[in-house]
């Protein structure tokens, strides 16, 4: 499938210059704190804790400076990325931008790519992360109760409407928003779902994958762990057990990044507690995901690209050569659809697929709105949202279900 491009001209950047923004509040006040938890939660000794401190003092008005990080894979592809910014302050870089560095600031910080530091290879987030699941150990046995239940009725399509709807709304569970034992925004099940999706095209997304006359190369950019991975995995199962999926690619972040996304290692974990709970539906679920990660139905991949500064318009060639090779990717998450974005200040009507004509395979992005850039919406839908609830673009509450499937 060919894509045509689109010509559009690309707005200007989201910065934290923009007086009274969310991303002005996420760089004064939500980092900071953040970065203070990383030193409250962790057994760190002094020399981290100073320099996730000199992080801190550093944020709003600091320079931002390359990496130095010898040892890390990936320090000389990020300062290849600093380097248009190096010496601007945090306000004045693209926000994208740093909050990809800030996050990666704080593994130099940890010496996380370091083998004799403390924080060789450890998760600074793994605290809040533990807390997720367990706030969410019934809402998975719940959850995987109803994968059991499709498998044995043989649904199919409504299933996939389930569980692409279920994912959708694990979106929600963020801890870079909210703290694990806090009162952020939950929908899932409360029977608010649909009045408060803003876009659905999730019958056009099944559609396109079935009509192919074989399973189809999926691969799905993971968000968060804890409940939001455990609603992914449900959907990479119903994916696979229905046969609409083989091979399935389930991108990971290569590092610990926004408090919550999830890593290789989270996935890993989160099938070990499956595996341990006593529902025994729960103990089937990770036995079907690892039985595919077996055979190799089931891969999973870390490229830096997803804790990279690029948006995806800007994502190197042989990124963009693997993703061309899927039948649909699947965008979970507000970070992941800034980044398709390039979170630039479009138009809230600007058609999703124009903005994304660039993407070299099918789109389906699955997002609830925490930044105050998003696409795709009628002038109608804007102005009664601004007049209903000031903060929509950035409180979580709403969300999109957006395809763009290219043209032949």
Known sequence: MTRHSTALDLPSPLRGTEADSFAHRTITVRWPRIARRVIDENDYPAAINEQIQSLIDSIPDGPIR????????DETLWNERIAPYEGQSWLEAPWF????????????????????SAGFRSDPFTRQKEQGYAESLEATRTLAQGRVEAIENGEQREEMVRLLKTALWGNQADLSMWDA????????GTGREEEHTLADDTAAALDHLNALDRPARVDVWADNAGFELVTDLALVDGL???????PLILHLKAHPTFVSDATVDDVHGAL????????????????RLRTALRDGRLRLHDDFAWTSPLPARDFPTNVNAELARADLVISKGDANYRRLMGDRHWDFTTPFEDVVSYFPAPLLALRTLKAEVTSGLSQDQVDRLNAEDPDWMTNG????????GGAE
């Open 66 to 73: 390359l990496l130095d990080d010898p040892q890390a894979p």
């Open 181 to 188: 034992d806090a009162d952020g925004p939950d929908h899932l």
């Open 240 to 246: 696979l057990t229905s046969g609409l999926a083989n």
């Open 97 to 116: 931008f740093g909050e990809t560095y800030f996050y990666r600031r704080i593994m130099e910080a940890i010496g996380y790519y370091q083998p004799e």
């Open 397 to 404: 509450r709403w969300g999109l279900i957006q395809f763009a």
């Open 272 to 287: 070990d507690r499956f595996s341990a709970d006593e529902d025994a539906a729960t103990q089937a679920l990770a036995h």
